[in-house]
């Protein structure tokens, strides 16, 4: 790849077509993006089969206090489906992002959920470096790394090309569909049983961080919750995630006006949110999520035709001004034309005057 394609992908804008507002609901996928990579799939909005097990999760907003979800979700969810969800619960549109496992966890002390220091070594590093060693020296890289169809193919810029390039060899690297949180924290297997590790971490150490294009600000920490995260129910219930608890959102992805934009731990919720049926309706297209600057949105199909109509009407009120005031420009103009008199005129003008006060 040139130096010019590079640069150019670097500056290439993640929307669809022209610029569109957000306020009028989920952007769809963009063309430019690899046709692998489509997270508008089925396997994004189609919900699993019922299950009797289901998990209890923090997810937190990177570098950003008492901004979090708790949530409990079916153990046979896919990451596709997380990624849907997190979308659902935060108002984001979808962006290139991707998944990171990792493990050796170590957890901030007072902000909960907010991952302090993580990773461990590449295997070639294992075998140069002592055991004892292991838990002093951390590592940065993680256990897998899942990420969505064509997305190591579609990365926007060479700075995305160069963390893949980083990733060690024994970084297991799935799809989103592929993989379940049920293979991520089990009480008999979890996620560290697909790598040789000298220690393998109880799922207490084990966390996903979703990484979106966007940064920290729609970042996120994704960890179990409770003393006993591992929920299980006498009969199979259907995947639907349910939450328990919701403070504040993310910034809006237009970028942060601090003018007009609070800060996140202060963004009410629409109590939408947290109908039972609401994430169902998200994945079928009947329901939408729009973090705004003081709020984040729940609202339907209809209030989408009722913004756009308004939006429309703004435009044409917006078109007629604009209209009329260039009319008015037009005849102040020929106005003052239909005044001027020619410089000679005026000379005549002046002479006779001059004349009658002589005489």
């Known amino acids: ?31 430019e993006r690899k046709s692998g990579y489509n997270t508008q799939s089925a396997a994004y909005t189609t919900l699993p089969p019922p299950t009797r097990r289901f998990l209890t999760l923090y997810i937190k907003l990177q570098k950003r206090r008492q901004t979090f979800r708790i949530v409990e979700v079916p153990a046979n969810f896919t990451f596709a489906n997380l990624h849907t969800y997190i979308r659902f619960l935060f108002g984001l549109s979808d962006n290139r992002h991707y998944f990171d496992v990792v493990d050796h966890v170590r957890f901030h002390g007072t902000m909960k959920g907010h991952i302090l220091d993580c990773g461990r070594w590449s295997k070639e590093m294992q075998e140069a470096l002592p055991v004892q060693y292991m838990d002093i020296m951390r590592g940065k890289d993680p256990v897998m790394r899942v990420s969505p169809v064509g997305a190591r193919e579609g990365a926007p810029s060479w700075e995305e090309e160069f963390n893949w390039a980083l990733l060690g060899d024994d970084v297991v690297r799935k799809m989103e569909e592929e993989v379940t949180l049920s293979q991520i924290w089990n009480p008999k297997y979890n996620v560290c049983s697909w790598t040789e590790c000298p220690r393998d971490c109880e799922d207490e150490e ?42 504040g959102s993310c910034f809006t992805e237009k970028g942060r006006d601090w003018r007009k934009e609070i800060d996140t731990h202060k963004k ?29 949105e729940v609202f339907d199909q209809e ?17 007629e001004r604009s209209q009329r005031q260039r009319a008015e420009e037009e005849q102040y ?20 005057y001059y004349s009658h006060s002589d005489s």
């Open 333 to 352: 103009n020929g106005d003052y034309d239909e005044g001027d008199y020619d410089e000679d005129d005026y000379d005549e003008d002046e002479e006779e």
């Open 303 to 319: 209030e989408v035709r009722r913004r756009e109509l308004e939006k429309r009407e703004k435009e044409r009120e917006k078109l």
């Open 206 to 247: 084990i966390a996903i961080k979703y990484e979106n294009k966007r940064g920290d600000d729609h970042s996120f920490f994704i960890s179990l919750y409770g003393d006993d995260p591992f929920v299980t129910y006498d009969e199979r219930q259907p995947s639907v995630p349910t939450i328990i608890e919701v403070k």
């Open 268 to 296: 009410k919720i629409d109590r939408g949110l947290k109908d039972s049926n609401a994430f169902e309706r998200y994945c079928k297209g009947e329901l939408f999520t729009v973090c705004g600057p003081e709020r984040l």
């Open 1 to 31: 790849m040139s130096h010019f394609n590079i640069i150019a992908d670097y500056y290439r804008s993640n929307n669809a077509g022209p610029s569109r507002a957000h306020n009028l609901g989920p952007r769809r996928a963009s063309p």
